[in-house]
């Protein structure tokens, strides 16, 4: 069975770097794209970028000079950083895996983690 | 950026009844291609992450119940919940993965009437 799991810290003080690791368990990182998408309280979803299992990444341009997902074989982790952060990117973060297509293209999030609020205060 | 749009922004349905949720896209989400549509749509209650019902715009993912499908293609799309349970009250969104930045629907909230 295929989870993940989001950890890192829960308060960040505004200015600094958001750090956030998603641990996945039941299958390898080497395959697949691995995304994240954060919610604001009583919002909507907003993708912020995913990576390719081969280190490729791609970024919402709203947030691109911001953010930097990277990859930890290893550890079987992928991972989220958020600098300069504000009260704007306080949210629930969460890490999912990408479903690939029938021409091996990114396709829906088939499965999330539970879920790391974060909050941007001083 | 393709913007999706959703309606209603909620409803209640009574136990038994159907439910319908329409999603707009901005753009065409069908890659001509291989005549696909990158939309899916997600479940969320209270509490939880999203959970993907329907990919492909009308391919129900495994274990998800038969009272709900999808339909539609190009820039208009439904999901219908055939028989409303009381299990089902969640807000629902739909997801284009045509192109990125990738974008959700603003979500559409279903009660129990």
């Known amino acids: 069975q295929v989870k993940l799991q989001e950890s890192g810290p829960g308060l960040v003080k505004p200015s600094e770097t958001l750090s956030l690791t998603c641990t996945v368990s039941?299958?390898?990182?080497?395959?697949?794209?691995w995304g994240w998408i954060r919610q604001s309280p009583g919002k909507g979803l907003a993708w912020i970028g995913y990576i390719y299992y081969i280190g490729t990444t791609n970024y919402n341009p709203s947030l691109r000079s911001r953010v930097t997902i990277s990859l930890d074989r290893s550890k079987n982790q992928f991972s989220l950083k958020l600098t300069s952060v504000t009260a704007a990117d306080t949210a629930m973060y969460y890490c999912?895996?990408?479903?690939?297509?029938?021409?091996?293209?990114?396709?829906?999030?088939?499965?999330w983690g539970q879920g790391t609020m974060v909050t941007v205060s001083s | 950026d393709i913007v999706m749009t959703q309606s209603p922004d909620s409803l209640a349905v009574s136990l038994g009844e159907r439910a319908t949720i329409s999603c707009k896209s901005s753009?065409?989400?069908?890659?001509?291609?291989?005549?696909?549509?990158?939309l899916a749509w997600y479940q969320q209650k209270p509490g939880q992450p999203p959970k993907l019902l329907i990919d492909?715009?009308?391919t129900r993912e495994s274990g998800v119940p038969d009272r709900f499908s999808g339909s539609g293609s190009g820039t208009d799309f439904t999901l219908t919940i055939s028989s409303l349970q009381a299990e089902d009250v969640a807000i629902y969104y739909c997801q284009q993965y045509y192109s990125t930045p990738f974008t959700f629907g603003p979500g559409t909230k279903v009660d129990i009437k």
């Open positions: 753009q065409s989400v069908l890659y001509t291609s291989n005549n696909q549509n990158y």
């Open positions: 039941g299958v390898s990182i080497n395959s697949h794209y």
């Open positions: 999912a895996r990408l479903a690939l297509g029938d021409l091996g293209e990114q396709g829906p999030f088939d499965i």
């Open positions: 492909w715009a009308s």
